[in-house]
């Protein structure tokens, strides 16, 4: 069983560029969430993803943007790169529409450098 | 801003110790989950603990939970070279959301 998978893994890109980030759920998971960690801090919050819909986002701009597909997998975009958004990007999944008290699983992470 | 925040911010142990981290929280919670995080990688997770438990065990994991006190604590038995990580508590406050502190670094000497 698969668990949360993402790509790309390592990827660097040029202030001003945008990227595209990509992750699949974890088999019978519904629900996507995303999380920025930057170096030696804790997971930050940008947003979640049930049926499609952005149904809840963190304190994050709106060049932070994403997509859910039907087949659940999800997609963070950013626009117009800073350096503070070096970080590494984390996909979450759960079931039952991200019902309160699942388990929630950790991909291994997209690592994006801006330079 | 961070929920949770870990207690110590690090620790270095002999193996064989035992290890054990606290994490404060501000606001009510329904559950509290714990992920260790090894060097650039991503989170895996440990014990989840529901706010009307007050202990749970997993292999040489155990977690308590005093809502009262808003506080967890994971203690590590008998660790290991492997358990060296970064360990990071997470509430859940029914909001679709785990907010996160900044982590307890456990480094386990040989």
């Known amino acids: 069983d698969a668990g949360v998978t993402q790509s790309p893994t390592h990827l660097i890109k040029t202030r001003g560029q945008q990227v595209t980030l990509r992750c699949s759920p974890k088999s019978g998971h519904d629900t996507v969430s995303w999380y920025q960690q930057a170096l030696g801090q804790g997971p930050q919050f940008i947003f979640q993803y049930y049926e499609e819909e952005e149904r809840q986002r963190g304190n994050f701009p709106d060049r932070f943007s994403g997509h859910q597909f039907p087949n659940y997998s999800s997609e963070l975009n950013v626009n117009a790169l800073l350096l503070g958004d070096s970080a590494l990007y984390l996909c979450?999944?759960?079931?039952?529409?991200?019902?309160?008290?699942?388990?929630?699983?950790f991909g291994e992470g997209s690592w994006l450098t801006v330079v | 801003s961070q929920q949770g925040e870990e207690d110590p911010q690090a620790l270095s142990i002999q193996e064989g110790e035992n290890a054990t981290m606290n994490c404060s929280y501000k606001t009510s919670i329904n559950n509290l989950q714990w992920y260790r995080q090894n060097s650039g990688r991503g989170l895996v997770h440990l014990i989840l603990?529901?706010?009307?438990?007050r202990e749970k065990h997993s292999g040489r994991l155990r977690v308590t939970l005093d809502t009262s006190k808003k506080s967890s604590s994971l203690l590590i038995t008998a660790s290991r070279a492997a358990d060296t990580a970064s360990y990071f508590c997470?509430?859940?406050?029914?909001?679709?959301?785990?907010?996160f502190g900044a982590g307890t670094t456990v480094t386990v000497r040989a």
């Open positions: 997470a509430t859940d406050a029914n909001d679709y959301k785990l907010s």
């Open positions: 603990i529901r706010s009307n438990e």
């Open positions: 979450a999944s759960s079931a039952l529409a991200g019902m309160s008290g699942n388990t929630i699983y």
